[in-house]
């Protein structure tokens, strides 16, 4: 909030979001240059957790109740794409919605008790949770159980296809960004940042927290649905194992923490950087040891930074003035 | 206004209130004294809802209170002050109160409009000069003072105020019970307050509750309970004869 005075201050520049709209424009224009799929992908998967972390950060951030369980709503959402398209033969991108409203319903129903607990305690049971939904769909034949779901694909060529949903991402996560950036300067914002700081307080202050968080939860968690609806079109295949990775959702959470989860800028850059790290990493090295460096980094991150880069350059800069 | 009828609490074997009946007229500044441990912040936690009581009720207003949970009992006109001060230290001290206002009674909306009522309040407990400082970087007196700016925020009609005298100096005393007055007299807030600086209790309470383990050992006027003797043994210990 200390931000966001300063931002609508007289004397800040607007023009230093001028680069913004220009890489907007550059990243649309992306697939026109017929690029290798290699970087196609690359920059999907940038999106794709741009949107997961922006949408984990509404509660994760803002609140400070740090889940792990937001894997199941991205996975909630690929699996609900994939049943409506090749069961009910309904368009993907109602479905993607669709997606994003069946993952906000399993917030909520687990929302209600999984919220009143606290710290490790309600990490611990969001972690639970994304175990349990993927056991449920590996053993579910309605969704495919272990061998997974093959989506339909638009009947346009698979270039084509991949183009589509890159686009589509790509609008996804900037609607998310934008949205979020919203509400960390809204009222709703405001009462989430109060939890953060001191639940108890925030209660006298008059605010439902109970209340506040179950929207941030669901909020995030529909976002993550259409997020995962979207994924699943582009790589055209969901599998338990691979959509509901735990991976995915300790990844998230690092990006956040990496670059600062109190604000919507710390998350973009966490997830930008990192995703594009992690897959040249995975690519080059090798998928064990950028486990090894992302574990690492969450230690070093959480130990030296705890703020996220951004706060920690920052302050550097501060301190070398002052 | 504030009425409390035999509100009994315990947590496993202790029982930290036991029948304690209190009743604050409004326009009142009315204390409340006892011993460490004696059940004071407990109470306030009963009336704010942060406990449940076991048995009796509360009243505000002729209305039952005693089952509303903390942000209902605040939107019905009751704020607090916490005894160890929390302002949410990682928030400048006007983005504290903003948050306050707007989720307050009067339910504001906009931004700006919060920011404008949160800085009249700052100027109020004459703390606008550090506006744009982090809550954190506040000594003792000055937190205490974001703390009851932030009480008022919510436009309260009553007010609890845990120990706001504690750790402060001479002068500083003297600055606070002004303030308190001024809370009264200015916005019409009544005002029941836990303390243990009796000179703050003596100068602003026109009516004390002395409690102990739980129950109401007195109750009356402050130059009544300070020449009670039940109250002279709970802070003194027993004379010995020999």
Not at chain 1, 116 to 124: D, E, H, P, Q, W
Not at chain 2, 207 to 233: C, D, H, R, T, W
Request: charge should be positive; hydrophobic fraction near 50%; proline fraction near 4%.
């Amino acid at each position: 909030m200390q931000e966001m005075m300063q931002e609508r201050g007289p004397n800040r520049p607007w023009g230093k979001y001028i680069y913004l709209p220009i890489i907007m424009i550059i990243l649309f224009a992306f697939p026109l240059v017929n690029p290798p799929l290699f970087f196609l992908t690359l920059f999907f998967s940038v999106f794709m957790y741009v949107g997961l972390t922006e949408s984990w950060n509404l509660l994760g951030g803002y609140t400070g109740y740090v889940s792990l369980g937001h894997i199941a709503f991205f996975s909630m959402g690929a699996y609900t794409t994939a049943v409506f398209m090749n069961r009910f033969g309904i368009s993907p991108f109602a479905t993607a919605i669709l997606g994003g409203v069946f993952a906000a319903l399993l917030a909520a129903l687990v929302g209600y008790p999984v919220l009143r607990l606290k710290g490790a305690y309600f990490t611990i049971s969001s972690l639970l949770l994304a175990v349990v939904m993927q056991l449920i769909f590996m053993n579910w034949e309605f969704v495919g159980s272990s061998t997974g779901l093959w989506y339909k694909l638009l009947p346009v060529s698979i270039e084509a296809n991949r183009i589509i949903f890159y686009e589509v991402m790509l609008v996804v996560a900037l609607v998310i960004t934008l949205l979020v950036r919203w509400v960390e300067k809204s009222k709703f914002g405001a009462g989430l940042i109060a939890i953060r700081e001191d639940e108890d307080v925030a209660k006298m202050m008059g605010i439902n927290t109970p209340l506040l968080k179950m929207r941030a939860f669901i909020l995030g968690a529909f976002f993550a649905g259409v997020v995962g609806g979207v994924y699943g079109y582009y790589m055209s295949y969901v599998h338990p194992e691979v959509t509901f990775n735990i991976n995915t959702s300790l990844l998230i959470l690092l990006m956040s923490f990496f670059g600062g989860c109190r604000t919507w800028t710390g998350p973009l850059l966490g997830a930008v950087v990192l995703s594009l790290a992690n897959q040249l990493i995975v690519t080059f090295i090798g998928a064990e040891i950028s486990r090894i460096l992302y574990g690492l980094l969450l230690v070093i991150v959480i130990i030296f930074m705890p703020n996220g880069v951004i706060q920690y350059i920052k302050g550097a800069f501060v301190s070398e003035k002052g | 206004m504030l009425e409390g009828v035999r509100v009994s609490k315990r947590f496993g074997g202790l029982k930290a209130l036991t029948d304690f009946d209190f009743l604050v007229e409004k326009g009142q500044i009315v204390g409340l004294i006892g011993p460490n441990g004696s059940g004071k912040t407990t109470l306030f936690n009963v009336i704010t809802g942060f406990y449940p009581s076991d048995s009796g009720k509360v009243l505000f207003k002729g209305k039952e209170i005693t089952r509303c949970k903390p942000y209902e009992v605040s939107k019905l006109g009751i704020s607090r002050t916490f005894q160890i001060v929390r302002p949410l230290l990682g928030l400048s001290v006007i983005d504290n109160i903003t948050t306050a206002v707007l989720y307050g009674r009067d339910n504001i909306g906009s931004m700006a409009k919060g920011r404008g009522r949160a800085l009249d309040l700052l100027k109020f407990v004459r703390l606008d000069v550090k506006k744009d400082v982090p809550a954190q970087s506040l000594v003792a007196a000055e937190r205490k003072r974001l703390e009851l700016a932030r009480a008022l925020a919510a436009k309260p009609e009553f007010l609890l105020l845990d120990e706001t005298f504690s750790g402060l100096n001479d002068t500083e005393i003297a600055d606070a019970i002004k303030l308190i007055f001024k809370i009264r007299d200015e916005l019409n807030i009544t005002i029941f307050l836990i303390e243990h600086v009796m000179k703050a209790v003596m100068g602003t309470c026109e009516k004390i509750f002395v409690m102990q383990y739980g129950v109401k050992l007195a109750e009356g006027k402050p130059e009544e309970v300070s020449k009670n003797p039940a109250v002279i043994e709970a802070y003194l210990g027993k004379k010995k004869h020999a």
